[in-house]
């Protein structure tokens, strides 16, 4: 009978949810549009008002993932599933070695300029919450609303386009709404600038292929990948000139990243000249792609609302390692800015990619006549959040490093399936040839 009571208890208790702060004893907050629309509500998070680009996301899980995500960074970030905050917050940090890049989520803080939530969650409960989202964004210094027609907040931006908006809390919740001059627009600034790498660093340096990374503002989730690949990464500076030591890396990666992709030109430009003399495999992600894509001879313009949530289909218009033409992806996004589809595209190019809902590019590919590997996508294959579709693109791109290292390894090596390169191949391949002679 005790027994039987003991294990009632137990059950019992793994019910309870730790309470977060009350939004009841929070201040007065008011969400402004610069097209005139107010959306009145309660804060959480810093008591302070701030200006920003107003956005949403139809994810349904991972908002601390989107939070943290750099892309995001001057966006007031409107989330469209109702309850936001049930399951908390991990500790965000992790060790750095060969499956872990020092943290958690996908960069060391909070990336966005405030939240937009429906219904902020009073209790959260995960086995590796140590706060609740409002405590988090206190301690960052973010702040958000709560109580709020999410519902409605996304009709207007997804026909009137992404908004600029002010988030006013407390005494400054009161005062009239701001006219239109006083918004603040955050693409008018290089936001890949603020959230690039300001110096060079390197994970798990005893990978057996060097991948270097352009950090437009990098997910740490693509760090993570490619480092449980087996690569050894050196993270560079956004405008760092490549060429100056690409002989020293079997491949070149660019990132993800905020803002509007014509403050990158400097990179392109370096780019433009890695392609034409450097034949060994490029991928680029987001940013990266857009960079890859103007250094191509492409426009990048901006998007009426841009795409961003988990739930977006691609359809493959070529085959490259594991992605199949004619097959539909769903996808993680996050981007305002997209690639113009040109007729003809550019010499050497070719798309890879289209969005399923709006026909937008979402992918480009060096052609095989061109002799080049390079390939760059406008989605998310790492996810974090999101499905897991087309992850094994960065099992390809890194196979194609290896491959084309042991092509130039051995001189009678002829050229094979790269996606059968897996880590740990070029050394012993090698050994082998070494014994052999």
């Known amino acids: 009978m005790l027994a039987h009571n003991l294990i009632r208890f137990t059950r019992l208790s793994r019910g309870f949810a730790t309470h977060a702060s009350s939004p009841s004893t929070s201040l007065p907050a008011v969400l402004h549009l610069k097209t005139g629309q107010s959306f009145n509500g309660r804060s959480f998070g810093a008591p ?205 990666f660019l990132s993800n990243g905020p803002g509007d992709p014509n403050h990158c030109m400097e990179a392109a430009v370096h780019l433009r000249r890695t392609m034409q003399e450097w034949d060994k495999p490029i991928f680029g992600i987001c940013m990266g792609h857009q960079v890859i894509g103007m250094a191509a001879g492409l426009e990048a313009y901006r998007m009426m609302f841009g795409n961003r949530g988990h739930n977006q289909p691609v359809l493959a218009l070529a085959s490259a390692g594991s992605i199949k033409a004619g097959r539909v992806y769903v996808t993680s996004q996050n981007h305002q800015y997209a690639l113009k589809l040109e007729d003809p595209f550019p010499a050497g190019w070719e798309p890879f990619f289209i969005n399923c809902n709006d026909s937008s590019v979402e992918g480009i590919k060096s052609t095989p006549e061109s002799g080049k590997k390079v390939w760059g996508v406008q989605f998310h294959p790492e996810s974090a959040g999101g499905p897991l579709d087309t992850i094994e693109m960065f099992t390809d791109f890194l196979a194609e490093c290896r491959a084309h290292k042991l092509h130039l390894s051995i001189p009678s090596f002829q050229p094979m399936d790269a996606t059968k390169v897996a880590p740990g191949l070029t050394q012993k391949i090698m050994q082998g040839v070494a014994v052999a002679a």
């Open 48 to 252: 302070q008002s701030i200006w920003g680009e107003t956005v949403f996301s139809t994810s349904i899980t991972s908002y601390t993932e989107s939070m943290t995500d750099p892309s995001y960074r001057g966006q007031i970030l409107v989330f469209t599933t109702p309850l936001i905050g049930n399951y908390g917050v991990p500790q965000n940090k992790t060790a750095v070695d060969d499956k872990d890049v020092g943290v958690v989520l996908e960069s060391e803080k909070i990336q966005c300029s405030a939240v937009v939530v429906a219904d902020l969650a009073e209790k959260f409960s995960h086995y590796t919450a140590v706060e609740s989202l409002s405590a988090w964004c206190a301690r960052n210094g973010i702040p958000g609303i709560t109580g709020v027609d999410t519902r409605a907040i996304t009709t207007l931006l997804r026909d009137q386009g992404t908004t600029l908006g002010r988030l006013a809390v407390g005494n400054d919740a009161s005062l009239a709404s701001p006219a239109a001059e006083e918004y603040w627009d955050p693409t008018t600034e290089n936001l890949v600038a603020q959230a690039s790498t300001k110096a060079p660093y390197e994970l798990n340096p005893t990978g057996d292929v060097k991948i270097a990374v352009l950090d437009f503002g990098a997910k740490a989730n693509i760090l993570r990948s490619l480092v449980r690949r087996g690569a050894a990464v050196t993270v560079l500076p956004w405008n760092y000139d490549f060429n100056q030591i690409r002989d020293r890396f079997d491949g070149l």
